[in-house]
C-alpha cells in the first residue's frame, strides 16, 4: 500500500465528452505526476505538479489538463475525448526523486 | 531523447528458476534507476532503486546493480516463485522531480 488513491477506478465515457480523475497523493508528498498507460504499452508521462504550479509536460495536446490543489491533491482533465484515450490512467506522488504509484483509474472511451 | 530498453517478452520460467530480465538506459547524464512491477489489472509498486553507480538494489529476493559502464541495470531473482508473474518495467529518471521513462516492459510468467 502505498497512500496514494485514485477515483474512481473505472469509467466509461463516448467520444467528445469530458472527464475528471482525482489523485489523493500521500502524506507529506508534494509532487504528483501523471502517466497514461495504454493496454500492453509502458506508461507514458502526461505532467507533473510541484505545489500547485505544472512542473514538466509530456508530449500531450492541450486537451490534457490539470490541477493541484494546496494539500497536494491532483485532478487530471481531458476534453473532447478520443477513440485512442482509452487506457489506465496513474497517478504517482513524490517528496523527491521516488515515485509511489496509485491504482489507477481505467478509462474506456466509445 | 533518453530512452530505455527492455528485452522482449514474455519471459517463461519454472518455478525456482533463475531470473534475468536485461535493462539499458541511454547514457545521458546520471540517471537514478528503478524497476517497477505491475501484477494484472493493478498500478504500478516499487520494486527497488539505485541512485548512482554501483549502488545495488534489493527488495524481496530481486536484485539490480547500477553499471554505468554498460549503462545497465539488470534484474535478477535467484529463485522465482509462481507469485512472481507480472510485468516488469525497468524506468530511469534523468533528474530529480523529473519524469520516469518508461520501456514496453517485460512480461515473466512463472509455472508451477
Known amino acids: 500500500e502505498t497512500g496514494v488513491t485514485q477515483s474512481p477506478t473505472h469509467l466509461i465515457k463516448t467520444r467528445g465528452q469530458q472527464v475528471t480523475l482525482r489523485c489523493s497523493s500521500q502524506?507529506?508528498?508534494?509532487?504528483v505526476s501523471w502517466y497514461q498507460q495504454a493496454l500492453g504499452q509502458g506508461p507514458q508521462f502526461i505532467f507533473q505538479y510541484y505545489r500547485e504550479e505544472e512542473n514538466g509536460r509530456g508530449n500531450f495536446p492541450p486537451r490534457f489538463s490539470g490541477l493541484q490543489f494546496p494539500n497536494y491533491s491532483s485532478e487530471l482533465n481531458v476534453n473532447a475525448l478520443e477513440l485512442d484515450d482509452s487506457a489506465l490512467y496513474l497517478c504517482?506522488?513524490?517528496?523527491?526523486?521516488?515515485?509511489?504509484f496509485g491504482p489507477g483509474t481505467r478509462l474506456l472511451v466509445l | 531523447g533518453n530512452s530505455v530498453t527492455q528485452m522482449e517478452g514474455p519471459v517463461t520460467l519454472s518455478e525456482e528458476a533463475f531470473l534475468t530480465i536485461n535493462c539499458t538506459y541511454t547514457a545521458t547524464g546520471y540517471p537514478s534507476l528503478f524497476w517497477y512491477v505491475q501484477y494484472p489489472g493493478e498500478g504500478l509498486q516499487l520494486l527497488l532503486k539505485?541512485?548512482?553507480?554501483?549502488d545495488k538494489g534489493s527488495n524481496k529476493g530481486f536484485e539490480a546493480t547500477y553499471r554505468k559502464e554498460t549503462t545497465s541495470f539488470h534484474l535478477e531473482k535467484g529463485s522465482v516463485q509462481v507469485s512472481d508473474s507480472a510485468v516488469y518495467f525497468c524506468a530511469p529518471i534523468y533528474n530529480q522531480g523529473g519524469k520516469l521513462i518508461f520501456g514496453q516492459g517485460t512480461e515473466l510468467s512463472v509455472k508451477p
Open positions: 504517482a506522488s513524490s517528496l523527491r526523486e521516488t515515485q509511489y
Open positions: 539505485a541512485t548512482k553507480a554501483d
Open positions: 502524506s507529506g508528498h508534494n509532487t
